[in-house]
């Protein structure tokens, strides 16, 4: 059993791209799935965010039936689809376009094969030794699905889960729940391996019991950083040895992620897919920043070009009070700004406003 997570396709990153990066982005997350199953002949499952949203543009979904269709109808295997907490929402009502991927194969001559598993399946047996709780709606319907899981008698070893692991901050909000560290400790006793898809940096804890695979291909800038590697794991079902997990790489940092110093982009020759601009900068070379970053950003061939270039801060004055949430309403942040600075930080401010406008 192969299994991966936090796909998503159809991702439409806002900023740090061009409209042709960002196309170039959504076709290398397809390839990269493609490559990920290609050489797979056994059972492939996706433990969450197949796709980046509930309702992602109509090519991705087509293109993505393809990948699978194709993949299907070559080995005759099974795919197992769990909704994550990005593949669909309780507050629309609408078809997802994950539920909608799901229609299409199922209806394309290969039922049978495919499996689509939402909040309705709860706490689900997929085959020997393999079960999953898809993403609930709330945090107390996935406390519930634990409970059952830690109270079953049950024939397995793997509990798949789409969840955050030890951040109580996300238990909540219903669009990202947490797994506690007692709900863990009570799994373990219960004799539970925890595979846990959601957070997209990869690592083990409790001696190899909590696996957190992390999504195999970067769709941020924040993917990459301090995660040199990117894996997706396979499972060796019928060989019950202390070995039967594996982790596989799908992707490494090393000529695909760079740091660049701002004042560096004239001279870089990089090829890096994955580009984060560093360095510092005075309030008077901010329009310089820009100008650097704009040049080097339609010359790249880079998805994603982020700036983290630092500019000298001024703090706002501590005596501007906001009373009420029509203050906080109508209150101008650039008028704010504007006042605090000199008339030549000022002056820059208003170039960098005017190109910007143009």
């Known amino acids: 059993m192969l299994i991966i997570n936090d796909i998503h396709i159809g991702v439409n990153r806002s900023g740090g791209t061009t409209v042709q990066s960002q196309v170039e982005l959504q076709a290398a ?19 969450g965010d197949l796709f980046d949203s509930f309702y992602i543009d109509l090519r991705q979904v087509i293109n993505t039936y393809h990948v699978f269709f194709n993949w299907i109808k070559e080995h005759q295997s099974r795919l197992t689809l769990i909704a994550g ?19 299409m194969l199922t209806k394309g001559n290969i039922r049978g094969l495919i499996e689509v598993l939402d909040y309705r399946s709860g706490f689900y047996r997929i085959c020997d030794g393999v079960y999953c709780i898809p993403h609930m709606p709330n945090q107390n319907m996935f406390d519930d699905m634990i409970l059952e899981a830690v109270k079953s008698s049950h024939d397995g070893q793997y509990l798949l889960l789409h969840c955050n692991y030890r951040n109580n901050f996300t238990a909540n909000s219903d669009h990202s729940l947490n797994l506690s560290e007692n709900q863990v400790d009570q799994l ?25 695979v992390g999504n195999q291909f970067p769709t941020s800038i924040s993917d990459c950083i301090d995660d040199t590697e990117k894996c997706m794991l396979n499972l060796n079902l019928l060989n019950r040895k202390h070995d039967e997990v594996e982790m ?59 700036n983290a270039v630092k500019v000298e801060s001024h703090t706002l004055s501590s005596d501007i009070e906001i009373s009420s949430m029509e203050e906080i309403q109508s209150f ?10 000199s008339e030549d930080e000022r002056d820059v401010i208003k170039q960098l406003y005017d190109q910007e406008m143009d």
């Open 85 to 103: 907490n990005h593949d669909w929402s309780p507050k629309d009502g609408r078809v997802s376009s994950f539920h909608l991927l799901g229609f």
């Open 29 to 47: 997350i397809l390839q990269q799935l493609e490559a990920n199953i290609e050489e797979e002949s056994h059972h492939v499952v996706v433990n």
């Open 332 to 341: 101008n942040v650039f008028d704010a700004l504007m006042s605090e600075l």
């Open 188 to 212: 373990m006793e219960a004799g539970w391996t925890l595979i846990i898809g959601h957070e997209h940096k990869g690592y083990m804890l409790r001696g190899g019991r909590v696996i957190v």
């Open 248 to 306: 596989i790489t799908t992707w490494e940092s090393a000529g695909q992620y760079e740091e660049i110093d701002w004042k560096d982009l004239e001279h870089s020759s990089t090829e890096a897919k994955f580009i984060r601009v560093i360095g510092a900068a005075s309030i008077g070379e901010s329009s310089d920043v820009v100008r650097a970053m704009s040049k080097f950003r339609q010359a790249s061939t880079a998805f994603i070009v982020s």
